[in-house]
């Protein structure tokens, strides 16, 4: 069954600093992974997704994320926090059937201190 | 263009009593989804419509909820009766393509509902 561990429920960074956070997958099938950010009050937006093509993968308001099969990792980065990042974090798997079921992990709050 | 649409953005009920939640997905979506967020998790399937079929309702608990997509493009989610373990988050969220599992789902505002 497909399944996604997000390590650490709570990442604070300061403003400029690089921001890291952690996704491993576990798929029976060649995942689909996708991060989407949800502000306070808001639904999820997507960030960026992995679909098969380039392992590096380049989202919306400077991150990005980098596809790593031996380390079944998609860990999402960003060179320079601001504080408009600050929000809850989900990493994805889409499921083993490729139905459009997503299955999300548990997500990372991202604090950015100024 | 709009966006997905839900409504009401907060509910309060006392148990026992019924609730509905109205999802409206972006025009021209066929796939949406409804999903179940409780607080500090993240998102779970409920339930998934191809214009008004749902094809995956595996994970609804069909003895109090139930939902319907009438004509393929609005869609409700009923609780009924209502129990305090629902409070949570309900989003709905729409994709525009059969390959939606590569697919962006865009996902409403959800409606948060608490349960006294």
């Known amino acids: 069954a497909q399944s996604v561990t997000q390590l650490g429920s709570h990442v604070s960074v300061s403003e400029g600093a690089l921001v890291l956070l952690r996704c491993n997958y576990s798929?029976?099938?060649?995942?689909?992974l996708f991060w989407y950010v949800q502000y306070p009050n808001q639904g999820l937006q997507l960030l960026l997704k992995?679909?098969?093509?380039?392992?590096l993968v380049k989202g919306i308001n400077g991150f990005e994320a980098e596809f790593k099969k031996s380390e079944t990792s998609f860990h999402l980065t960003k060179p320079s926090a601001h504080m408009s990042d600050a929000a809850e974090y989900f990493c994805?798997?889409?499921?083993?059937?490729?139905?459009?079921?997503?299955?999300f992990g548990q997500g990372t709050t991202l604090q950015v201190k100024p | 263009e709009a966006g997905v649409v839900q409504s009401p953005r907060y509910k309060i009920i006392e148990k026992k009593q019924p609730v509905a939640f109205w999802c409206n997905p972006i025009?021209?979506?066929?796939?949406l989804y409804w999903y179940l967020q409780n607080l500090g998790q993240g998102p779970e399937l409920l339930i998934r419509?191809?214009?008004?079929?749902?094809?995956?309702d595996s994970q609804l608990p069909k003895d109090r909820f139930s939902a319907e997509r009438l004509k393929g493009v609005d869609s409700t989610l009923k609780i009924q009766p209502a129990e305090l373990g629902d409070s949570a988050v309900y989003l709905c969220?729409?994709?525009?393509?059969?390959?939606?599992?590569?697919?962006?789902?865009?996902f409403g505002p959800g409606t948060r509902l608490t349960v006294l």
């Open positions: 419509y191809e214009n008004e079929e749902a094809v995956d």
């Open positions: 992995y679909t098969s093509a380039a392992t």
């Open positions: 994805a798997v889409s499921d083993a059937g490729n139905t459009g079921k997503l299955i």
């Open positions: 025009s021209g979506h066929n796939t």
């Open positions: 798929s029976s099938v060649p995942p689909y």
């Open positions: 969220a729409s994709s525009p393509s059969e390959r939606e599992w590569d697919n962006e789902q865009f």
